[in-house]
């Protein structure tokens, strides 16, 4: 499941905050218990374990969605940061500030900031609403790379003649202009 695919359901904000991680681990926890899978467990490779960031959202939307993976539930984000509350308080607080460029892009995007908690209850319930066939359905894949083309049959070296072509002679170099020293026709100096 990708961020990407939440706007089939009903998202408009943003991908890149915590609610949509949620509904991103959650969509994913949906379609792999569908497909028979009880459990996972959590690699996050080499990235520093931050507690309440947006990797713990998708964890805890995984497990809301019914898989189990071991983990302790003190790393997880809030509820209210999962709703996205925290984003609607700081829209209200730096929509007072004149001059300040937080939350500029979303006139662009049209998108009403106060209204992603909402926006957070209705995708889920869109998403448990999903058929379970509509869930299962994977994308076709790519076919495989083409193989690469198997050489032409070789072919047959020149002829090189017995009688080679006489070689360019190379010119002499041209002498060096010592006038600027003092030692050409032009330039000499007089001892005294």
């Known amino acids: 499941a990708t961020a990407s695919e939440l706007s089939n359901h009903g998202w408009s904000a943003s991908t890149g905050n915590l609610p949509a991680a949620y509904l991103t681990g959650f969509l994913a926890g949906l379609r792999a218990k569908n497909r028979g899978i009880k459990g996972a467990i959590l690699d996050v490779g080499l990235n520093p374990p931050i507690k309440g960031s947006r990797i713990y959202a998708a964890l805890k939307g995984v497990v809301d969605a019914g898989l189990e993976v071991p983990h302790n539930p003190d790393i997880l984000p809030a509820d209210d940061r999962i709703s996205g509350e925290h984003i609607v308080s700081s829209y209200n607080h730096f929509s007072g500030i004149e001059g300040s460029m937080m939350f500029s892009k979303i006139g662009k995007k049209k998108t009403a900031i106060t209204t992603i908690p909402k926006q957070v209850d209705a995708v889920k319930k869109a ?59 032009k330039g000499t100096r007089s001892k005294t």
């Open 127 to 185: 998403l448990l609403e999903i058929p379970a066939a509509t869930l299962k359905q994977t994308k076709p894949r790519k076919a495989p790379a083409k193989t690469a083309a198997k050489p032409a049959a070789k072919k047959p070296k020149k002829v090189v003649p017995e009688v080679k072509p006489p070689r360019a002679v190379p010119r002499k170099p041209k002498p060096k202009k010592l006038i600027a020293r003092g030692k050409g026709k």
